[in-house]
């Protein structure tokens, strides 16, 4: 075994000799071509230095000049927003107004058809919407995408029901204030589905819808779509085209009504495959008893505020038809709208913009010649090699005596 290892040591201490050659190499290799690339090295220096200085200038220049500008647009800004925010605090003053004349013109203490809003018990889909039950009954979705279906589990102390109203909300939180998620606040319903079932029992009886009706229908998509067992394609109720942000309706005539001595317990599903931003942002779902399902009526809370006497209407019914008339309002969102965009800061000044961006370009380090680079990496790791040649040495010995055969052999 002995001949062998004196081979890997013999190996191991020429590696000394070598250590010592490729440093040489490298050092020699990194020399010339610094010698060589100094010139142009230097010139890369100069030019960078006078570009920040000219950058630099440029930038207080232009700084200088427009110091006056920025308090003056920004004082503009402000003059703009408090407009803004004044006309819309005006306006709003008038929404008890319309809601008088809604009492006057529509009388909702005589609706023939009041719709009751179902009790939502649970909320599902299988993308990742978020979907909130809010306090007035209403649904918000946030997050996600479709194509998806909504599937709303709820239930209805209605014993006779013949039809279904579902509501599409403007709000806050959705693009051009909704009631719809895609950019411009539209959304196509697919297909609308009902099930139920009697009491607390699984809904698992087929409600069939026989006609429907929409405040408002978009070119191509009639109302009458969402119930035609279509659910591909450009096909659905959609509601482009109408009149800014507001409340719009849909009513769908059951073929029979869902009868029974107790509560009934429903299962919606509001199918929504057009594509994936056309989607409801909030709805509510409500239903009837009425013979006339296809009529728009009223909500119930709207009908119950109108018929109490005004002086002994309790707030929650005030807020209901100040809220109906609030929705149903283009205008008021329109004006919403002005207020937000107006109160967004400024843009940057594109000409500062590009004078910063020229100075953080021009403060960028100079491009070295790659082999430049990694002859300087070489010769760093060479050096470092160099200095710790002993331990090289020990190490790679170490290795060659592991690996050796005699060593191997008697462990």
């Given at each position: 075994n002995?001949?062998?290892?004196?081979?890997?040591?013999?190996n191991?201490l020429?590696?000394?000799?070598e250590?010592?050659e490729d440093?040489?190499?490298v050092?020699?290799?990194?020399?010339?071509?610094?010698?060589?690339l100094?010139p142009?090295?230097a010139?890369?220096?100069?030019?960078?230095?006078?570009?920040?200085?000219?950058?630099?200038t440029n930038?207080?220049?232009?700084?200088?000049?427009?110091?006056?500008?920025?308090?003056e647009?920004?004082?503009?800004?402000?003059?703009?927003?408090a407009?803004?925010?004044?006309?819309?605090?005006?306006?709003?003053?008038?929404?008890?107004v319309?809601?008088a004349?809604?009492?006057?013109?529509?009388?909702p203490?005589e609706?023939?058809?009041?719709?009751?809003?179902?009790?939502v018990?649970k909320?599902t889909?299988k993308r990742?919407?978020k979907?909130?039950?809010k306090?007035?009954?209403?649904?918000?979705?946030?997050?996600?995408?479709?194509?998806v279906?909504?599937?709303?589990n709820?239930?209805?102390?209605?014993t006779?029901?013949?039809?279904?109203?579902?509501?599409?909300?403007?709000?806050?939180?959705?693009?051009?204030?909704?009631?719809?998620?895609?950019?411009?606040?539209?959304?196509?319903l697919?297909?609308?589905?009902?099930?139920w079932?009697?009491?607390?029992n699984?809904?698992?009886t087929?409600?069939?819808?026989?006609?429907?009706?929409?405040d408002?229908?978009?070119q191509?998509?009639?109302?009458?779509?969402?119930?035609?067992g279509?659910?591909?394609?450009v096909?659905?109720?959609?509601?482009?085209?109408a009149t800014?942000?507001?409340r719009?309706?849909?009513?769908?005539?059951?073929?029979?009504?869902?009868?029974?001595?107790k509560?009934?317990?429903?299962r919606?599903?509001?199918?929504?495959q057009?594509?994936?931003?056309?989607i409801?942002?909030k709805?509510?779902?409500?239903?009837?008893?009425a013979a006339?399902p296809?009529?728009f009526?009223?909500?119930?809370n709207?009908?119950?505020?109108a018929?109490?006497?005004?002086?002994?209407?309790?707030?929650?019914?005030s807020?209901?038809?100040?809220?109906?008339?609030r929705?149903?309002?283009?205008?008021?969102?329109?004006?919403?709208?002005?207020?937000?965009?107006?109160?967004?800061?400024l843009?940057e000044?594109?000409?500062?913009?590009?004078?910063?961006a020229?100075?953080k370009n021009?403060?960028?380090?100079i491009?070295?010649?790659?082999?430049?680079?990694?002859?300087?990496?070489?010769?760093?790791a060479?050096n470092?090699?160099s200095?710790?040649?002993?331990?090289?040495?020990v190490?790679?010995?170490?290795w060659?005596?592991?690996?050796?055969?005699?060593f191997?052999f008697?462990?």
């Amino acid at each position: 075994n002995r001949p062998a290892s004196e081979l890997e040591i013999t190996n191991t201490l020429a590696l000394l000799a070598e250590v010592d050659e490729d440093n040489s190499v490298v050092s020699n290799d990194l020399s010339t071509l610094e010698v060589k690339l100094a010139p142009s090295i230097a010139k890369l220096n100069v030019d960078r230095e006078e570009a920040i200085v000219h950058a630099k200038t440029n930038l207080a220049i232009y700084a200088e000049m427009t110091a006056t500008l920025q308090p003056e647009l920004e004082k503009r800004h402000q003059n703009e927003i408090a407009l803004t925010k004044r006309e819309l605090t005006e306006y709003e003053k008038s929404i008890p107004v319309q809601a008088a004349l809604l009492e006057t013109k529509g009388n909702p203490a005589e609706a023939k058809t009041v719709w009751t809003p179902v009790e939502v018990k649970k909320l599902t889909n299988k993308r990742k919407i978020k979907l909130t039950k809010k306090d007035d009954g209403s649904i918000l979705a946030s997050g996600g995408k479709g194509p998806v279906d909504y599937v709303i589990n709820a239930s209805s102390a209605l014993t006779n029901i013949t039809g279904v109203m579902i509501e599409v909300l403007p709000d806050d939180s959705l693009p051009e204030y909704g009631p719809g998620r895609a950019g411009n606040g539209n959304f196509v319903l697919t297909e609308l589905e009902l099930k139920w079932g009697a009491g607390t029992n699984a809904p698992n009886t087929f409600g069939k819808f026989v006609d429907a009706r929409a405040d408002f229908s978009q070119q191509s998509f009639d109302v009458k779509q969402a119930i035609d067992g279509v659910t591909s394609g450009v096909n659905g109720w959609a509601i482009a085209g109408a009149t800014g942000p507001m409340r719009h309706t849909a009513t769908f005539k059951l073929e029979k009504p869902i009868t029974d001595s107790k509560a009934i317990s429903l299962r919606f599903t509001l199918k929504q495959q057009f594509d994936p931003e056309h989607i409801i942002g909030k709805f509510r779902i409500s239903v009837t008893t009425a013979a006339d399902p296809l009529d728009f009526g009223f909500p119930e809370n709207v009908v119950k505020a109108a018929r109490a006497p005004a002086g002994q209407r309790t707030a929650e019914q005030s807020a209901a038809i100040i809220e109906l008339v609030r929705n149903s309002d283009p205008e008021l969102w329109k004006r919403k709208g002005a207020f937000a965009k107006v109160s967004a800061p400024l843009p940057e000044d594109l000409k500062l913009a590009e004078l910063k961006a020229g100075l953080k370009n021009a403060e960028q380090p100079i491009h070295l010649d790659p082999v430049l680079v990694q002859l300087r990496v070489d010769a760093k790791a060479s050096n470092k090699q160099s200095e710790n040649k002993r331990l090289t040495v020990v190490q790679d010995l170490t290795w060659a005596l592991i690996n050796s055969p005699g060593f191997l052999f008697n462990h």
